[in-house]
């Protein structure tokens, strides 16, 4: 079982709707998780950052975090065509270095 | 602000050839680089991790005296692919720490084909 799993998708979904994308993972050492967003052929962005359990919004992004089911969500609301990217979820415990997940792709179409 | 930038963006080059990719933090110093490798609709594969000065940690499976990193400064760490393969063809991504966070900001990546 890797550390971090993360369907890889494809996931199509309307312009508009709410999207939900996930990761579990097995390390109970992890306390920081990340959402990056990767547009093809380009490098990561981070989108959002929480430390612990818990929600953190900004904007149409809302990521969730549920330790006690090593769980992680980022939901995006009114998804746009230019939200259309992978998605990867990265997580670390005890050292600097971030485990990634193999990234989820979405595609928004108009 | 934490822009990291690489140079070039894409690169051919012939079996055998040595290529450096540079990768630097640009408005930031960066206390640790990593560099990463992608390969199609795959997740990032950390090759090593370098601090300045020092010489780079490399994950197990790399092989370090085909993938030399120089960590010369705290905005600036290069990749070097020696004697480069057509296996070694693949998306590489630097990326730094700024040292107050565990965030990582990522360069937009260099294709490299080997031909």
């Known amino acids: 079982q890797k550390e971090v799993e993360q369907d890889p998708g494809p996931l199509s979904v309307p312009e508009g709707a709410i999207v939900s994308l996930n990761c579990t993972y097995s390390n109970s050492a992890f306390q920081y998780f990340m959402w990056y967003r990767q547009y093809s052929r380009k490098g990561p962005e981070l989108l959002m950052y929480t430390y612990s359990s818990g929600n953190k919004e900004d904007g149409r992004f809302t990521a969730q975090v549920d330790k006690s089911s090593k769980y992680i969500s980022l939901f995006i609301r009114d998804s746009q065509p230019s939200d259309s990217a992978t998605y990867l979820c990265a997580m670390i415990g005890g050292s600097y270095i971030p485990t990634f997940g193999r990234g989820t792709s979405l595609i928004v179409h108009p | 602000g934490a822009v990291v930038s690489q140079h070039p963006s894409w690169v051919i080059c012939k079996s055998g050839t040595s290529v450096k990719i540079e990768c630097r933090s640009l408005?930031?110093?960066?206390?640790?680089m990593f560099w990463y490798r992608q390969f199609p609709k795959q997740s990032l594969m950390l090759m090593a991790t370098?601090?300045?000065?020092?010489?780079?940690?490399?994950e197990q499976g790399v092989e370090k005296d085909k993938f030399l990193i120089n960590h010369a400064s705290l905005t600036l760490s290069t990749l070097t692919v020696t004697s480069a393969h057509p296996e070694d063809s693949s998306f590489y991504i630097c990326?730094?720490?700024?040292?107050?966070?565990?965030?990582?900001?990522f360069g937009p990546g260099t294709r490299l084909t080997v031909t």
């Open positions: 408005d930031f110093q960066a206390t640790t």
């Open positions: 990326s730094a720490t700024t040292g107050h966070s565990y965030e990582q900001y």
């Open positions: 370098s601090n300045e000065g020092s010489k780079a940690t490399y």
